[in-house]
């Protein structure tokens, strides 16, 4: 069976300050660097086989620091792009919920019926997050190994409800989050679970 270590990338300026980052292409912090050498040291006793990444900033920093460790190359793949945020792109999330208070406890409660102004669904983003997914199980189907998958919040949180089959939870939270690894079970249509 296939294992996807999913990686959060770095911490970030925005991560740091509560802003939405989106698609915006944000370098790692200090503490993000420090947090990605974290995750190399925790993660090298894994055999891996793939670094992949979305082509945000903090993601390729991240799996940079894996690909020297590990010796990898890492294969961007578009379709792990982030949640495309529209107009809330770079706001603070505080001021999202002062602004907006009722689209900000939808989007809390009821995520898939919410679309940012100008953005995209969390339907749309599912499409691409199954779409990446296929790629990478159809490269990797034969083996019993372990790929890396570095992608933001809260397009992490997506390919995890996608591959577990679970709701989503809080997005505002998991947009807070950032610099930490779950290794996830993954065969094709079937329902798996964390290891």
């Known amino acids: 069976m296939l294992r996807i270590v999913l990686v959060r990338p770095g911490q970030t300026e925005y991560d740091f300050q509560g802003r939405i980052r989106s698609r915006l292409a944000v370098p790692l912090t200090e503490e993000g660097t420090r947090q ?8 090298q006793a894994l055999e891996i086989e793939a670094i992949y990444c979305g082509p945000c900033q903090s993601c390729q920093q ?19 792009a982030n949640l495309n945020a529209g107009l809330w792109q770079g706001k603070l999330i505080t001021e999202v919920k002062q602004n907006q ?18 953005g995209e669904t969390l339907g749309e983003v ?6 990446a997914l296929d790629k990478i199980w159809k490269k ?20 995890r409800s996608e591959i ?9 939270q998991a ?11 993954y065969e094709k249509n079937a329902v798996v679970s964390k290891v």
């Open 36 to 43: 990605a050498s974290e995750m190399v040291q925790q993660l």
């Open 62 to 80: 991240t799996a940079e620091a894996f690909a020297r460790a590990l010796g990898k190359r890492i294969k961007q793949m578009d379709c792990l």
């Open 101 to 118: 208070p009722t689209v900000y406890r939808l989007w809390q409660e009821n995520p898939e019926a919410v679309c940012p102004p100008q």
């Open 126 to 131: 599912r499409l691409r997050v199954q779409n």
């Open 140 to 159: 990797h189907q034969k083996g019993d190994g372990n790929v890396i998958v570095v992608a933001p919040e809260p397009l992490a949180s997506i390919i």
């Open 164 to 172: 577990l089959q679970t709701d989503f939870g809080d997005l505002w």
């Open 175 to 185: 947009e807070r989050r950032c610099g930490w690894w779950e290794l996830i079970q």
